[in-house]
């Protein structure tokens, strides 16, 4: 039974499109990431949510926007794709979450590629 | 520049031999943790350490943590072509938060 699960796995896409990437946790925690990992493999923090509730968003342009129905659930839809969105797309959980936050549990990731 | 960072970039090593791999970083943290990546895959956290403790161990790893050089190793003993993957240190920095921030990552190599 997968911990954390995002889907799809693979976005194959133009520039100029709009995509989404959904993501579900079934540990119970409260807080939930988005990470973007570039070729290099650099890991970047873009958004977290606790409880539902907006808590980091790093400078991301305005085109990502995380939405939290519940705080199982943490969907990312990207705007107007362009050719330097291609990454991998790593969405996570935690508890607790504050200065003693622990283990992130990772999803597989979603490989945006943008044509 | 980022908050971790970390050395060897790369490592090659034998079956059987020990890895060690260094983090610094330049803020004060609250704890440290070691994540490893399989090409392809998410990131498994391997071990946390807090800013109180010195050195931890899990199985064939051990972690030490010297806050005065904010600087952090993991040493995989015995190492298997099993533990051939990518490992990140990520910080949780003081103050900011509860935020996690990864360092560039050592990319090990364990041949057979």
């Known amino acids: 039974d997968t911990a954390v699960s995002q889907t799809p796995k693979y976005l194959v896409t133009q520039m100029g499109n709009d995509k989404s990437i959904k993501c579900e946790q079934n540990?119970?925690?409260?807080?939930m990431y988005w990470y973007k990992q570039d070729s290099k493999k650099f890991l970047k923090i873009m958004f977290s949510?606790?409880?539902?509730?907006?808590?980091i968003n790093e400078t991301v342009p305005n085109r990502f926007s995380p939405k939290s129905p519940d705080k199982a659930h943490l969907n990312l839809h990207i705007n107007s794709l362009e050719l330097g969105d291609s990454a991998v797309y790593f969405c996570?959980?935690?508890?607790?979450?504050?200065?003693?936050?622990?283990?992130?549990?990772f999803g597989e990731g979603s490989r945006l590629t943008v044509l | 520049s980022q908050q971790g960072e970390e050395d060897p970039q790369a490592l090659s090593i034998q079956e059987g031999e020990n890895a060690t791999m260094n983090c610094s970083y330049k803020?004060?943290?609250?704890?440290l943790q070691w994540y490893r990546q399989n090409s392809g895959r998410g990131l498994v956290h391997l071990i946390l350490?807090?800013?109180?403790?010195r050195e931890k161990h899990s199985g064939r790893l051990r972690v030490t943590l010297d806050t005065s050089k904010k600087s952090s190793s993991l040493l995989i003993t015995a190492s298997r072509a099993a533990d051939t993957a990518s490992y990140f240190c990520?910080?949780?920095?003081?103050?900011?938060?509860?935020?996690?921030?990864f360092g560039q990552g050592t990319e090990l190599s364990v041949k057979p």
């Open positions: 996570a959980s935690s508890q607790p979450y504050g200065h003693n936050t622990g283990e992130l549990f």
């Open positions: 540990l119970g925690h409260d807080t």
């Open positions: 949510y606790n409880n539902k509730e907006l808590i």
């Open positions: 803020t004060s943290i609250n704890n």
């Open positions: 350490i807090r800013s109180n403790e």
């Open positions: 990520a910080t949780v920095i003081y103050n900011q938060g509860g935020k996690l921030i």
